[in-house]
């Protein structure tokens, strides 16, 4: 790989958030500046709510190319910066904030596209035009998978949410394309599904599990649970015993950092089975293999 990063330049980026020590963000940033022997480092920030213009704002004065943002500042951030582009737009919040040339700050949304990417690294055969969908939740992360979803014109979404108002939220947003059923019925909605998305909080460490009789759905439907700690949910698992091919949270959020990198200094790193391990024994390290409450 050519790395066209200014050797002149400490190379400067940053995740903020509030907390933010939880971030494994640093962790394949940085495994990322010493694999391309780049001379910089990527920081966790924590940015209190109330803060965000501020750290925004002071991230051209000292140097910073960029910065993503996260947990609860991306719809405050997608307010405070110069431009946002139609992804960002649409979903109302911001995952990455990039610093030109003139000190002007221009606002993204890569969630959308780490989910994809992710989709296609995973399971490369697997085409999603013409598809039914079903995704489960409605919440930011849902509306970043749902723009995914029609950006690669699939045919159906049947959105399910507990709280039914935020699904047709969704579907206002999206129009008919989103189908949206009621959390009683999700899983009638899960019939027919070639993809069924999880991204909900079910299943993340100290939620309860997600009852899905995965026994029930079709052996060929893709079974994606974008949550990420654990490493592995109980619902891939299972999944996975079932026999129908998966795709991870931790892989999604892997697939985001090379596209905020080619924002931030015009290379695109790789999402390598190296750093995919390292970043997964450092969340079992953590949170075990999987300790949901079931
Ligand atoms: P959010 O905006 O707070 O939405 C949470 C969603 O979970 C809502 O749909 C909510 O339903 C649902 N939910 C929460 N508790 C529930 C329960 N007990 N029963 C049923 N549904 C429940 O959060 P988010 O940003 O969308 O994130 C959702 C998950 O995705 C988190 O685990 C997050 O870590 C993960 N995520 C992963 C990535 C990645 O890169 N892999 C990126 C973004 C987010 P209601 O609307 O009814 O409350």
């Not at 780490?114 to 035009?129: D, T």
């Not at 026994?215 to 949910?233: G, H, K, L, M, R």
Request: hydrophobic content about 40%; charged content about 20%.
């Amino acid at each position: 790989m050519v790395v066209t990063v200014d050797p002149e330049k400490f190379a400067l980026a940053a995740v903020i958030g509030w907390p933010i020590m939880h971030s494994r963000s640093p962790l394949m940033h940085n495994f990322w500046m010493k694999q391309l022997g780049i001379s910089g480092r990527y920081l966790p920030i924590a940015i209190k709510p109330g803060k965000v213009v501020d750290a925004l704002r002071a991230l051209p004065g000292l140097g910073f190319s960029g910065c993503n943002v996260t947990i609860p500042h991306k719809m405050v951030a997608k307010d405070s910066v110069d431009d946002v582009d139609d992804a960002a737009d649409k979903m109302g919040a911001i995952s990455c904030v990039v610093v030109r040339e003139d000190s002007s700050l221009f606002g993204t949304n890569n969630d959308w596209i780490g989910f994809l990417r992710n989709l296609e690294y995973s399971l490369p055969k697997f085409v999603l035009k013409d598809r039914y969908v079903t995704v489960m939740g409605a919440g930011g992360a849902a509306r970043a998978v749902c723009y995914g979803l029609i950006k690669s014109q699939v045919k159906k979404i049947t959105v399910v949410n507990q709280t039914l108002n935020k699904s047709k939220l969704l579907q206002r947003l999206y129009g008919d394309i989103i189908c949206v059923r009621s959390w009683e019925n999700r899983n009638a909605a899960l019939e027919g599904s070639s993809l069924i998305v999880n991204a909900t909080s079910l299943g993340m460490v100290g939620m309860r599990d997600h009852d899905i009789p995965i026994e029930a759905i079709d052996q060929n439907a893709v079974v994606y649970d974008i949550v990420y700690t654990p490493s592995e949910t109980n619902l891939i698992r299972r999944a996975s015993v079932n026999g129908n091919p998966t795709c991870t949270g931790l892989g999604m959020l892997l697939h985001q950092g090379p596209v905020a990198w080619k924002h931030w200094f015009g290379i695109e790193p790789l999402v390598t089975n190296e750093l995919y391990d390292l970043v997964r024994r450092n969340l079992e390290a953590e949170y075990g293999p999987g300790k949901t409450i079931v």
